[in-house]
């Protein structure tokens, strides 16, 4: 079966970095463009980065500048380097691959503190 599996959130201060890693296998993997999605309590799910097979990264407004998504095609693995953290980035991270069907990871927690 296709998995995604997620690692990284945690607690961290306003102001402080998270990386999230999402490791995918490689028949999603590959030739998909990866998505990070994040979804708060009471708030409605949010798309916050993409990036394409061929490495084109878009992200929500409110991340430009601070989130980078990349991707490790060697390791079937997309990344979300989180900096400057905010309390309202504070939510359930989930991995997102766009293959025949949508894959999802389970979501991991990030939370910020003020």
């Known amino acids: 079966q296709v998995q995604l599996v997620e690692s990284g959130g945690g607690l961290v201060q306003a102001g402080g970095s998270l990386r999230l890693s999402c490791a995918a296998s490689?028949?999603?993997?590959?030739?998909?463009?990866m998505c990070w999605y994040r979804q708060a309590p009471g708030k409605q799910r949010e798309l916050v980065a993409t990036?394409?097979?061929?490495?084109?990264?878009n992200y929500e407004d409110s991340v430009k500048g601070r989130f980078t998504i990349s991707r490790d095609n060697a390791k079937n693995t997309v990344y979300l380097q989180m900096n400057s953290l905010k309390p309202e980035d504070t939510a359930v991270y989930l991995c997102k691959a766009r293959a025949w069907r949508d894959y999802w990871g389970q979501g991991t927690q990030v939370t910020v503190s003020s």
């Open positions: 990036i394409t097979s061929g490495g084109t990264a």
């Open positions: 490689a028949i999603i993997f590959s030739r998909s463009t």
